[in-house]
């Protein structure tokens, strides 16, 4: 995982900003009815702002996602062209909600989808991945690091999940949504998993570079937010990977499975780098976009629902529990994944806030991307956010970072791959959307099955 180097999103603006007068302003206008809506307003509401971020706010060229989005507008503007390859495919899983709720034209957003796929087609690829970032006006590679010029596996596998989602919502559709549908296969088919084995080694790498190689040498084992890559990998029909790639790769042979409990909840398995608590709440949702966890089995996990449940609980609790007695944290207040955060000098800057790495700032997608696995204290969360916390709101929803602690602190700017996560989990957990089109593809269901996934939702 890439934790703390985005040196790109660090800013020089100061805590002063958040008195100013445009801040007031956008809290007086989020500060209005909040309190008569239901439940399911409540989601709707958030839903729709949160797609706004894709469809409003996209990249004018690609009409992908931008990397961020900065309401105060501090940021360089080479960075308003650049876009990021996952948080797009959160993007793409985002607008197919906006389509099934009513909340775009599905006529425009087959027209929309369209160019997005004609552009992922001429975009730079790297043996058939796309990398982090890319020139949304050019279609280049952006490099993310020095040595990070090249294919980006991961980032390409949450891409490609919210392709195929949309090649099955579209593929018995009309003329032009049968050939977008195409696209998107077309697309998916071109991707070479098995490339990077790095010549046939029983693991997948994260990356793979025209100029630096096999340098930034990064091995996919688990326990982190990149199963999805290798669920991908072994249910592609032109460059798959075999059972035994997933097993000694990113189970490590077995050896990621742990017996630890925290708050009386099993772990199931050894998060990377956070064994006591677990790790960022992003890891039980970006995979999950598409993967449903519910019944969901393989050999040494028997049921990944209870394991991100569990995950997400873990969280809860140790929030409320509050150890470091921030302010403000609590049953209505919590959640803790990447994203922006508040430095020391009052800065923003960012990071993976986790339980082992907590500094009193709350993000708010960690809570309401985790409807699926705790809708009653995501659903408190949503509440008090809009209810209580009004200026914690903007267009597109939720700013990204806040903190109460800190006098009411946040931070007017959004991340895609934040911001993509909460109109689509929020939809599964609703109505299961994205978790049926993703599950019922007919890859996915070969590539579970040779990886001896067991689904009792989807009878296989």
């Known amino acids: 995982m890439k934790l703390g180097i985005i040196s790109v999103l660090a800013a020089s603006w100061l805590l002063s900003c958040q008195n100013s007068q445009y801040f007031k302003q956008q809290a007086s206008q989020n500060e209005v009815t909040q309190n008569k809506l239901t439940d399911e307003q409540l989601m709707d509401k958030v839903q729709q702002q949160a ?3 894709f ?13 961020r989005y900065h309401e105060d507008n501090i940021y360089p503007d080479k960075d308003k062209h650049v876009i990021t390859t996952g948080g797009s495919g959160f993007g793409l899983a985002t607008i197919l909600v906006g389509v099934e709720r009513g909340f775009v034209p599905r006529k425009e957003a087959v027209k929309r989808l369209s160019h997005i796929m004609d552009f992922l087609a001429k975009a730079d690829r790297h043996k058939g991945a796309w990398s982090h970032w890319i020139n949304g006006e050019t279609g280049k590679t952006v490099p993310f690091g020095k040595k990070d010029n090249g294919g980006d596996l991961v980032e390409t596998a949450f891409l490609t999940s919210g392709i195929l989602m949309v090649r099955e919502y579209f593929k018995n559709g009309n003329t032009e949504e049968k050939a977008l549908a195409e696209k998107c296969d077309e697309l998916w088919k071109g991707i070479q998993w098995n490339w990077y084995t790095k010549g046939g080694e029983k693991v997948l790498y994260w990356h793979w570079s025209p100029e630096y190689q096999w340098e930034m040498n990064f091995p996919l084992e688990g326990y982190n937010e990149c199963l999805i890559t290798y669920i991908l990998a072994a249910s592609s029909p032109t460059y798959p990977i075999d059972a035994e790639t997933y097993y000694k790769g990113w189970t490590r042979n077995g050896t990621y499975l742990t017996d630890k409990t925290k708050y009386g909840l099993p772990l199931y398995v050894k998060h990377n780098y956070a064994e006591e ?9 970006y995979s999950y976009m598409g993967l449903d966890p519910r019944g969901l089995s393989d050999k040494l996990i028997k049921n990944y629902f209870e394991l991100n449940k569990n995950q997400v609980l873990i969280d809860y609790q140790y929030c409320v529990e509050n150890p470091k007695k921030w ?6 207040y919590w959640g803790l ?8 000098n009052g800065t923003t800057g960012y990071t993976a806030h986790m339980p082992s790495n907590d500094n009193g700032v709350i993000t708010p997608t960690a809570a309401l991307s985790s409807f699926p696995y705790s809708p009653k204290e995501s659903m408190s969360f949503l509440r008090f956010i809009y209810t209580q ?5 903007g267009s597109a929803g939720p700013y990204d970072a806040t903190s109460i602690h800190y006098d009411n602190w946040f931070t007017p700017r959004y991340l895609a791959i934040d911001q993509g996560t909460i109109a689509p989990m929020i939809e599964n957990y609703r109505t299961g959307f994205l978790w049926k089109l993703f599950m019922n593809a007919p890859e996915i269901q ?3 099955k040779k990886l001896d996934f067991h689904s009792t939702q989807y009878g296989f």
């Open 389 to 393: 916390k009004p200026e914690f709101i």
């Open 277 to 285: 608590y677990g790790g960022p709440l992003f890891w039980s949702q």
């Open 327 to 332: 302010k403000g944290y609590g049953p209505d």
């Open 446 to 448: 070969q590539g579970l």
């Open 51 to 53: 797609l706004k971020y």
């Open 55 to 67: 469809w409003e706010y996209a990249e004018p060229n690609s009409f992908l996602g931008r990397e």
């Open 337 to 344: 994944t990447a994203g922006y955060t508040r430095n020391e």
